[in-house]
């Protein structure tokens, strides 16, 4: 879904799950006409997770929130049904970590609907979807209204009462001397995933969660690229195998095709793959696949970077496994990721491109592990990882 779009519920039911690199804090707001609530009962969250047809549920940590509505059960003067969310940091913006909503069918959990809001900055939370009714027929629209003053800004603006935090009196003291200005300490480095950067500086490297946008000089990069992928054995003198693969998507995160060894061009060449490589020793890239984005099919909106081991060696056994993102024409190496931390297992997503609205590309380092041995076995988790 783009914003804007609608779809049509076949369900009467639905779950709308709110899911991003960090933690969310995802809520609802039931409104009439007017677009407000009746009142603070219709406030749908953590602290008041039932209203009429209307519940939430937390994910603990382990997995998304989501909202579910049955639509049978909403009041007649109901007219909408938003869905919010805001990242459970304080002070943390959606820069870098654009949420994806997944609208399902909440008896089967088949997929209805998804929606990424695109060209996120500032904003601290944000209107994502809505379920709305429509001359008696429940629709899903995507929206991805951002808000600068986080989910009370929301809360306010749809008639929710929030109570600001009584001040403590101060106490009364003496005046005290004037102590020098001390001068300010240099910002932080942003944490993993906590922004996106672009090209404008050359070469990133990027740490796991991280995203940079594929745009130089204010315009995107549409042009072939490259992907490396490379990793030495842990242990001198034992082979490891592992296989390069890329998986496209649709905008429903439909799988579209694949690139690996056995189908080394897909798209109509635009996506072409080097060739398996049985041992990974030597320097410089193991496998390489050239992405064409110019020549991509509009239907293509995300791309999945994988590595696999279907010899069943885990990736405990692997040294200096890295992607990187070249510009094909000049061998230009534009972004690094170094892979740390293996865990002991035969499948990790290792990168991901996704189309903007505004038709950029962004690449976010992955780093997710699996169990998976082939490519056919990271369909899934890399639909997931988009």
């Not at 200005?181 to 932080?188: E, I, L, Q, R």
Request: charged letters at 20%; glycine letters at 12%.
């Amino acid at each position: 879904m783009t914003p804007g779009s609608n779809i049509p519920l076949s369900a009467a039911r639905v779950t709308v799950d709110v899911a991003a690199p960090v933690r969310l804090d995802v809520s609802s707001l039931l409104l009439t006409a007017d677009g407000k609530v009746r009142s603070d009962d219709d406030f749908i969250f953590y602290n008041q997770p039932t209203g009429p047809g209307v519940t939430y549920r937390s994910g603990g940590g382990a997995g998304p929130d989501a909202i579910t509505v049955d639509t049978a059960a909403v009041p007649p003067d109901i007219e909408k049904i938003v869905v919010t969310a805001s990242p459970d940091a304080q002070g943390q913006t959606f820069q870098g970590i654009e949420p994806t909503a997944t609208i399902r069918d909440a008896a089967d959990g088949s997929v209805l609907g998804l929606f990424t809001p695109p060209q996120l900055g500032t904003e601290t939370a944000l209107v994502i979807v809505e379920i709305y009714r429509r001359n008696g027929q429940w629709k899903a629209r995507a929206v991805g209204q951002g808000y600068a003053n986080g989910l009370a800004g929301i809360a306010t603006d749809f008639g929710v009462t929030v109570e600001e935090p009584a001040a403590a009196p101060q106490p009364v003291v003496a005046p005290q001397p004037v102590a020098p200005p001390v001068p300010a300490a240099p910002p932080a480095p942003p944490a993993p995933g906590a922004g996106k950067i672009n090209l404008d500086k050359g070469r990133v490297s990027l740490q796991k969660k991280q995203t940079v946008s594929l745009v130089k000089g204010g315009q995107p990069l549409l042009s072939q690229v490259q992907m490396g992928l490379g990793w030495e054995p842990a242990f001198h003198g034992k082979d490891i195998d592992l296989d390069a693969s890329v998986i496209a998507y649709g905008p429903q995160r439909n799988a579209i095709d694949s690139c690996y060894f056995g189908k080394l061009t897909i798209l109509g060449g635009a996506v072409k793959h080097s060739g398996d490589n049985l041992t990974g020793q030597g320097g410089g890239d193991d496998e390489v696949i050239t992405v064409d984005l110019g020549r991509l099919p509009q239907e293509v909106t995300g791309l999945v970077f994988t590595v696999n081991s279907f010899s069943g060696q885990k990736f405990t056994e692997v040294a200096k496994a890295y992607c990187r993102l070249l510009d094909a024409a000049t061998g230009e190496e534009l972004v690094r990721f170094d892979l740390t931390n293996a865990e002991a297992q035969t499948g990790v997503l290792m990168a991901k491109l996704v189309r903007q609205f505004s038709g950029e590309w962004d690449m976010t380092a992955l780093g997710d592990f699996v169990k998976a041995r082939t490519v056919r076995n990271m369909v899934d988790p890399g639909a997931r990882a988009l």
